[in-house]
């Protein structure tokens, strides 16, 4: 099974934030569908019965205090040149408690032979790009510091993917409560 694990974004004003920005801005992108809007945490890829057991207990070990975020900014991966992704961002504070608690993630799974391929970034992934679709810096230019709103993390979930022709379909496997 194809797994990650996850922060859902699950306040609704800020999903309807987002949709709303989705649905303003004209870009050659698939918008990400708004139950699935999350931060990955940690991409772990294919993995077995056996092994999705052993994870789920090594997260249970991470122990978290709830955190506040905000939604702030837009931008593009790797750059608004040539995208393949257009996020959101969030603010410093809020960002750097997802790194702490994407580093702590890390710590966990690294006994399983999980390693990140790249260093964490707070984002929301809310289109992606297939084809060239050139530089998007004007599209973009005016939402550097819009505001998408709050919302606080309480948890985080170890997440089934399963591509589809339609787009992934998630599915929670074990959910971690701040304690």
């Known amino acids: 099974m194809r797994t990650f694990v996850a922060v859902e974004i699950s ?3 800020v999903i309807d934030s987002i949709r709303d920005f989705q649905s303003k801005i004209s870009l050659q992108a698939k918008p990400v569908q708004p139950q699935n809007l999350h931060f990955t945490l940690q991409f772990l890829g294919e993995i077995s019965e056996e092994i999705c057991e052993k994870i789920k207990q090594n997260l249970k070990t991470i122990e978290f205090q709830s955190f506040k975020i905000n ?7 790797p750059n608004m040149r040539s995208p393949r992704v257009v996020w959101v961002g969030v603010d ?4 750097k408690m997802l790194e702490k608690l994407a580093k702590e993630v890390e710590n966990v799974l690294k ?21 060239k ?4 810096s004007k599209d973009l230019e005016n939402f ?6 709050t919302q606080i993390v309480s948890n985080f979930k170890l ?3 399963v591509l589809t022709p339609k ?4 599915s929670d496997l074990e959910e971690i409560i701040a304690s």
């Open 11 to 13: 306040n609704e004003s």
């Open 71 to 77: 939604f702030k900014g837009v931008g593009a991966f």
């Open 92 to 95: 410093e504070v809020g960002g």
């Open 111 to 131: 006994p399983l032979g999980f390693f990140s391929d790249k260093p964490f970034k707070s984002h929301i992934t809310i289109f992606r790009i297939k084809n």
């Open 133 to 136: 679709i050139g530089n998007i």
């Open 144 to 149: 550097g510091d819009f505001e998408f709103g």
């Open 159 to 161: 997440k089934q993917s």
């Open 167 to 170: 787009g992934p379909i998630y």
